[in-house]
């Protein structure tokens, strides 16, 4: 049976490689909690504080972290599959070299993330708060940028194939050697205001 818990809060608690299988965690509070190699299956977690939480190596699949605060948290070779992230906030966290495949992770604020080689496929961020972030060498493919923050974003050698540019000013992002489609160049130029005939 699903397992709810609300309002809790635990400190120096040890969950290495445990399993997260359908249980549900609801404004609680993780302080200095270890979640290394820790797997996620149909959790959730919804309006928790994370502070000082190490997820270096965990895998999460099909799991919630709704409205979260992640704060000074190592997520080093951290793994999200079809995962939902909206309206979560990451400030001063360790976030590479991250993986996400598919999910929703709209409205999340990653502003100034170090997300240098970062592994985004498929996943939703509309309107997500990637102001300062440092994606040199990040690779998104497919990803819904629509209406998100990226002034001041580092693209340097980035892939971008098959993702949603509209909301990006080409020239208020470091861009050099990032690699994109025919038809986002398209769509960058005519945001220059060139007409294409």
Same mark, same amino acid.
């Given at each position: 049976?699903?397992?709810?818990?609300?309002?809790?809060?635990?400190?120096?608690?040890?969950?290495?490689?445990?399993?997260?299988?359908?249980?549900?965690?609801?404004?609680?509070?993780?302080?200095?909690?270890?979640?290394?190699?820790?797997?996620s299956r149909g959790a959730s977690f919804t309006e928790c504080s994370f502070g000082g939480v190490s997820f270096n190596s965990s895998r999460h699949t099909?799991?919630?972290?709704?409205?979260?605060?992640? =704060?000074?948290?190592?997520?080093?070779?951290?793994?999200?599959?079809?995962?939902?992230?909206?309206?979560?906030?990451?400030?001063?966290?360790?976030? =590479?070299?991250?993986?996400?495949?598919?999910?929703?992770?709209?409205?999340?604020?990653?502003?100034?993330?170090?997300?240098?080689?970062?592994?985004?496929?498929?996943?939703?961020?509309?309107?997500?708060?990637?102001?300062?972030?440092?994606?040199?060498?990040?690779?998104?493919?497919?990803?819904?940028?629509?209406?998100?923050?990226?002034?001041?974003?580092?693209?340097?050698?980035?892939?971008?194939?098959?993702?949603?540019?509209?909301?990006?000013?080409?020239?208020?992002?470091?861009?050099?050697?990032?690699?994109?489609?025919?038809?986002?160049?398209?769509?960058?130029?005519?945001?220059?205001?060139f007409e294409i005939r």
């Open positions: 049976m699903p397992q709810t818990i609300e309002d809790e809060t635990f400190r120096h608690t040890d969950w290495y490689a445990e399993e997260l299988v359908d249980r549900h965690f609801v404004r609680c509070v993780f302080s200095d909690v270890d979640l290394t190699e820790a797997v099909d799991s919630a972290f709704v409205r979260c605060v992640f =704060r000074r948290c190592n997520l080093f070779e951290a793994e999200f599959t079809g995962c939902k992230l909206v309206g979560s906030t990451f400030d001063q966290c360790e976030l =590479r070299p991250l993986r996400v495949s598919g999910g929703d992770w709209s409205f999340v604020a990653l502003p100034g993330a170090d997300l240098r080689g970062a592994q985004l496929s498929d996943v939703r961020m509309r309107e997500a708060d990637l102001t300062g972030a440092n994606l040199t060498g990040a690779t998104l493919a497919r990803v819904d940028l629509s209406a998100a923050q990226l002034h001041a974003v580092r693209f340097t050698g980035a892939d971008l194939r098959g993702s949603d540019l509209t909301a990006l000013d080409p020239t208020a992002v470091e861009r050099a050697g990032a690699v994109i489609d025919l038809e986002q160049a398209m769509v960058l130029a005519q945001s220059l205001g």
